[in-house]
C-alpha cells in the first residue's frame, strides 16, 4: 500500500524550494474528529521533517503540537508516521521524502494531541520485562561489576534503545495482544538476559518469565520493528535468539 | 509480562509450529510433485490412489513424463500420515495463536483452545479414517475400479 502511494507521489523536493506536508491535526477540546491541513513552507537545505513541524508552528499555526527535546535522534520523543513509515521526524530529511509529505501520529498509540502519544502504556510494557540490572551476587573484586569486551559485544546491538516506540508501532502482534511486550521491551530483556554479569540464575529467571503464552513466541518474525528502528536495532533478531535459547533448554531434558 | 506465570507448552509449541511447517515444505513439495507433475490432478483415480497407498506404486505420464516409482509402502503411507498430521497441527495452531492474541477475544481463552484441540484431534482421526478406507476389506466398499 505505502509503496503503491509512493508511486503515485510527485518526485521529492528539492534541497531549497517549497515543500507540502500533510498534517495530521486533532485537538479533543476542539474537533470532533481527527483531520488533515496540508501546509506549504520554504524548506532550505537539511531541512529535516521536524525543522519543517517547527517552523509551521512559529510561522503559520502555533496550535500544532508536536513532542520534541535533543533534535538529534538521541531522546526518541519525536517518533511519528511519516509516509506510511515510523520515523523520527528530527532524523528524516524533507529532501529525500516524495510529495505531499504526510505527517500522523504513530499509529497504535492513543492520540493525546495532534501528533502527541500516549505513550504510558509503552512504558508499561517496558517495564513489565524488568530492564534493570540484577546481579546474583556482589562484584568479585573491587567495587565494579566488569564486562568482558566479547560480553559487551553481544549486546551492542541492542544498547542503542531509545525508546522512541517506533518498532511497537509496528508490531501487529503488539498491536492486538495488549499483554505482550512488544519489540523495544523484548530488545531491552535481551540486552539483561545476555549481560553476563547477572548470573546464571537470573538468566534462567528472565527466560522463564519471557516464555509465558504472551511472551516471546509470540513473535511473527515479519521483522517490521527490524525496517522501522532508527538506530538500527533488530528486535526480531534478539527476540528469536531468546526462543532458541529457551527451546533449547527444553531439549536437554535429561539435564 | 512479569506478572504472568511462565507457560510450559509455549515452547514446545512454538518449537513444533516450526518443525511442522519445514516439515511442510518437504511434504508438500512430495505431494505436489506427485499429485500434479507425475500423476496429474486430472488423473487422479480411487484405482491409482490404492495402489499409490497400499502398495506404494507411484505410476504417471504427465508433466515429467512417463515415470514408475516403486516406494516402499510403509513410507509412502509414513508421508501420507505426516501430512495430515503436519497440516492439521500447523494450521489449527497458526489460527488458534491469531485468536489468541486478540484482546478481546482473551476472556474465552479456555473454550477456544479446549474447542481447537478436539476439533484437530476430530480432523485427524477423520484423515485417518479416510487414509484406512484404500485398504481392503475397506476399499471394496467405494467399488474403485
Known sequence: MATTQETQRSEPATAEGKAEL???????????????????????????????????????????????????????????YINGT?????????????????????PRFDVIRDLVVEMNEFYDRMESVEPWFQPDHEPETGEEYLQSPENRKNIDTVLDCIWCGACTSSCSPAAT????????????AYRFYKDEREGEETRKRRLEMLESSHGI???????NCTEVCPKGISPTEAIMEMSRDAVKEKLRFWR | MSTQKPSKTAGWNWFLQRVTGVGLVVLL?????????????ANVTAGNTVERITNGLIQGDHVLGQITINMPAFLYQATAI??????????????????????????????????????????FVQGILIFLAFFEPFWQVYDPR
Do not use: W
Open chain 2, 82 to 123: 505426516s501430512l495430515l498430521g503436519f497440516s492439521v497441527f500447523h494450521g489449527m495452531y497458526g489460527v488458534y495463536n491469531v485468536l489468541m492474541e486478540q484482546d478481546t477475544l482473551r476472556a474465552y481463552e479456555k473454550p477456544i483452545k479446549y474447542f481447537f484441540i478436539v476439533f484437530s484431534a476430530a480432523l
Open chain 1, 177 to 188: 495482544d495488549s499483554d505482550f511486550p512488544g519489540p523495544a521491551a523484548l530488545a531491552k
Open chain 1, 86 to 106: 515510523q520515523r523520527l521526524a528530527c532524523n528524516t530529511q524533507v529532501s529525500e521524502l516524495s510529495q505531499p509529505i504526510d505527517v500522523e501520529p504513530l
Open chain 1, 22 to 80: 500533510d498534517v495530521f491535526r486533532y485537538i479533543p477540546e476542539e474537533d470532533d474528529e481527527p483531520h488533515t491541513e496540508t501546509y506549504e513552507i520554504e524548506t532550505f537545505e537539511g531541512m529535516t521533517v521536524l525543522d519543517a513541524l517547527i517552523k509551521i508552528r512559529d510561522e503559520q499555526d502555533s496550535s500544532l503540537t508536536v513532542r520534541h527535546s535533543c533534535r538529534m535522534a538521541r531522546c526518541g520523543s519525536d517518533a511519528v
Open chain 2, 29 to 41: 513439495g512430495f505431494h505436489f510433485a506427485v499429485e500434479h507433475f507425475i500423476v496429474g490432478a
Open chain 1, 217 to 223: 513466541y509470540r513473535c511473527h518474525t515479519q521483522f
